[in-house]
């Protein structure tokens, strides 16, 4: 019987801590695009730093760039392929959520907005998904920038 109940108090405990390395997530939906938002400007922050460590703490161990020929799969990848962007004293671009959305579970979001050069124009849009990972912090997991499309039809 003692043994019976060490093992009940032993499950507990486990079930107990896992729960509580859980990330907090808030359910409204305004604070969680909030959140997503601001983590989208510190990240595009730190292309206007020229801050390359930084902008691989945002990185995802899982994440996957999609803008050239081939996709850039992993944190290492990602962050060997985007240090040419902060070589120099001056931005190559910039970008700034437009639009952010985030699942009812708090758990996954997905942001888009304009990439513009040093001089304002706009050049292509991003696209983000964001996964909110262990303790509690949004990393980018997929990125994809587009092209502007000129589509007037001459």
Known sequence: MRSV???????AMVI?????????VSSN???????????????????ADRD???FTTFLSDEAVFMSGPQPLRGKERVASAWKRFYEGSTAPFSWQPQQVEVLQSGTLAISSGPVRDPQGKLIATFTSIW???APGVWRIVFDKGSDVCDCRTP
Request: charged share 20%.
């Open 5 to 11: 109940t060490a093992i009940a108090i032993l499950v």
């Open 16 to 24: 107990l801590s896992a729960c509580s390395a859980m990330p907090s």
């Open 29 to 47: 939906p305004v604070d969680l695009q909030r959140q997503v938002a601001d983590t989208e400007r510190s990240f595009a922050k730190s292309m």
């Open 52 to 54: 390359h460590a930084a």
């Open 131 to 133: 996964r909110l990972e």
